[in-house]
């Protein structure tokens, strides 16, 4: 069973940074794409980011671009996100989510972890 | 960017109702069109891909039919744990993108 346990979140002032992680397990971390996607507090779905099974190709949302980076650890089963100077409108809850390969959809998600930015 | 246009944003309907939500794509996503179910405090839950293939354990009363850039959505008859957001979503090309969502109420 598919089991993505989440953490790295929490409160941080506006300028400041984070940096959250995606523990795999149940399937073969190595071999899936992995994305991240938030959803800020009453809103929808925004996605943030996506890297390929060796982490050869990342890419990401263009508002994002230069201030988050997406990274993996395949011999840690482990998904990363580092964000970076962050802003009041970046509040939200960051999902972790399965993707087998580019074009298909995203399977499994984990829980979320909440990132609030604040002073 | 492709933009996913979602309607309606909220329905109210009753159990045993016969449920459609459309979802239309700003250019030719071909059948990269994807739906998840979103009950309040959860993640989100792959229901549908390609368009209309179901994704294992999700049950039969959910379809999905369209290609190109006009998709549908139907849950045939409601049951009460239906009651949550559904969105849209295309996977044929980064950013990926959601729609606004569909919040249903029952």
């Known amino acids: 069973e598919v089991d993505l346990v989440q953490s790295g979140g929490g409160l941080v002032k506006p300028g400041g940074s984070l940096r959250l992680s995606c523990s795999a397990s149940?399937?073969?971390?190595?071999?899936?794409?992995m994305n991240w996607v938030r959803q800020a507090p009453g809103k929808g779905l925004e996605w943030v980011s996506y890297i390929t099974h060796n982490g050869g190709t990342v890419r990401y949302a263009e508002s994002l671009k230069g201030r988050f980076t997406i990274s993996r650890d395949n011999a840690k089963n482990s998904l990363y996100l580092q964000m970076n100077s962050l802003r009041a409108e970046d509040t939200a809850v960051y999902y972790c989510?399965?993707?087998?390969?580019?074009?298909?959809?995203?399977?499994?998600w984990g829980p979320g972890t909440l990132v609030t930015v604040s002073s | 960017d492709i933009q996913m246009t979602q309607s309606p944003s909220s329905l109210s309907a009753s159990v045993g109702d016969r449920v459609t939500i459309t979802c239309r794509a700003s250019?030719?996503?071909?059948?990269?069109l994807n739906w998840y179910r979103q009950t309040p405090g959860k993640a989100p839950q792959l229901l549908i891909y390609s368009a209309s293939s179901l994704q294992s354990g999700v049950p039969s009363r959910f379809s999905g039919s369209g290609s190109g850039a006009h998709f549908t959505l139907t849950i045939s008859s409601l049951q009460p744990e239906d009651l949550a957001t559904y969105y849209c979503?295309?996977?044929?090309?980064?950013?990926?993108?959601f729609g606004q969502g569909t919040k249903l109420e029952i």
């Open positions: 149940g399937f073969p971390f190595s071999s899936f794409a």
């Open positions: 979503q295309q996977s044929s090309m980064t950013p990926y993108t």
């Open positions: 250019q030719n996503i071909h059948t990269y």
């Open positions: 989510a399965t993707q087998f390969s580019e074009y298909y959809p995203l399977a499994n």
